[in-house]
């Protein structure tokens, strides 16, 4: 199995950017697909963004597309979410998941998950 940690949450005003990372420890952090998932006060938690374990392709739900860029470094077992040009309504906990094989949109499909880390986004 492996483990994540989620890091680089932290508060910022509308219009700014932060960088999330992921780093895993355990079994092959290369044979796993990644996602980022998040989930806003008194919401469930809902799909951000996927990747394949060779990041040769990624995935976005419609609200992030052309602000976030996932990303992975497999060298390093370390997994990426770049955030442009955030919104308040993107203010939540921020999750990472992996899963053997292909990528996936539903939480449920991920057998691994990180803790989160908190992302407020200031008017």
């Known amino acids: 199995q492996v483990q994540l940690v989620e890091s680089g949450g932290r508060v910022v005003q509308a219009g700014g950017s932060l960088r999330l990372s992921c780093e895993a420890s355990?079994?092959?952090?290369?044979?796993?697909?990644m996602g980022w998932f998040r989930q806003a006060p008194g919401k469930e938690r809902d799909f951000v963004a996927a990747?394949?374990?060779?990041?040769?392709?990624?995935y976005y739900t419609d609200s992030v597309k052309g602000r976030f860029t996932i990303s992975r470094d497999n060298t390093k077992n370390t997994g990426y979410l770049q955030m442009n040009n955030l919104k308040p309504e993107d203010t939540a906990v921020y999750y990472c998941?992996?899963?053997?094989?292909?990528?996936?949109?539903?939480?449920?499909?991920?057998?691994?998950w990180g803790q989160g880390t908190q992302v407020v986004v200031s008017t």
């Open positions: 998941a992996a899963r053997e094989g292909y990528y996936s949109v539903y939480d449920r499909d991920f057998a691994y």
């Open positions: 990747i394949t374990w060779s990041g040769r392709s990624t």
């Open positions: 355990g079994r092959a952090f290369e044979s796993y697909a």
